[in-house]
T-cell receptor, first 113, second 115 residues
Framework: AQSVTQLDSQVPVFEEAPVELRCNYSSSVSVYLFWYVQYPNQGLQLLLKYLSGSTLVESINGFEAEFNKSQTSFHLRKPSVHISDTAEYFCAVSETGGFKTIFGAGTRLFVKA | NAGVTQTPKFQVLKTGQSMTLQCAQDMNHEYMSWYRQDPGMGLRLIHYSVGAGITDQGEVPNGYNVSRSTTEDFPLRLLSAAPSQTSVYFC??????????????FGPGTRLLVL
């Protein structure tokens, strides 16, 4: 069975600084990988996903994540964060050919002025 | 499109009571799922469905029932509420391509408090 580990429960960072949110997964088969974002008192929204092809995927608001098969990681990065990026970020994995998506425990990103 | 809707937004129950959390989607998605979100534990899959008449268990199915009589609706039933079921519940739906799940669209959530 697949599992997801998000290594940091909280990440405080100053505005305009770079940030990396770490995600490692385990699975015995090929996987799809996702990052979702949850703003306060809202549901989750897809930020970006890796299904196949290029290992570097980007979102429209400047986040990117790189699929590293050898390290079983899918870390999320942004070179310069904004106050509005303050939210909780969830990494998720789904086995190809399967129907279950498993989520990590989440990382709270606090962007300070 | 309204997307994924959930009712109620908030509910208080007494231990032993039963209730149904409603979820509906208007995107003609085949796949629907229920998650619960608890602090420090992320989202845990309760039950899911790959189409009308087909449901299966997720990670934490005990104490919950589901059915899928139509493509649009996927209600979650708490049979006998317990304080351990106090949580925020999210419903999600997605299209499937070649039988594989794609991006999930989440509802706004239902906050449940069991006393």
């Amino acid at each position: 069975a697949q599992s997801v580990t998000q290594l940091d429960s909280q990440v405080p960072v100053f505005e305009e600084a770079p940030v990396e949110l770490r995600c490692n997964y385990s699975s015995s088969v090929s996987v799809y990988l996702f990052w979702y974002v949850q703003y306060p008192n809202q549901g989750l929204q897809l930020l970006l996903k890796y299904l196949s092809g290029s290992t570097l995927v980007e979102s429209i608001n400047g986040f990117e994540a790189e699929f590293n098969k050898s390290q079983t990681s899918f870390h999320l990065r942004k070179p310069s964060v904004h106050i509005s990026d303050t939210a909780e970020y969830f990494c998720a994995v789904s086995e190809t050919g399967g129907f279950k998506t498993i989520f990590g425990a989440g990382t709270r990103l606090f962007v300070k002025a | 499109n309204a997307g994924v809707t959930q009712t109620p937004k908030f509910q208080v129950l007494k231990t032993g009571q039963s209730m149904t959390l409603q979820c509906a989607q208007d995107m003609n998605h085949e796949y629907m799922s229920w998650y619960r979100q608890d602090p420090g534990m992320g989202l845990r899959l309760i039950h899911y469905s790959v189409g009308a008449g087909i449901t299966d268990q997720g990670e934490v199915p005990n104490g919950y029932n589901v059915s899928r009589s139509t493509t649009e609706d996927f209600p979650l039933r708490l049979l006998s509420a317990a304080p351990s079921q106090t949580s925020v519940y999210f419903c999600a739906s997605s299209a499937t391509t070649s039988g594989e799940q794609e991006t999930q669209y989440f509802g706004p959530g239902t906050r449940l408090l069991v006393l």
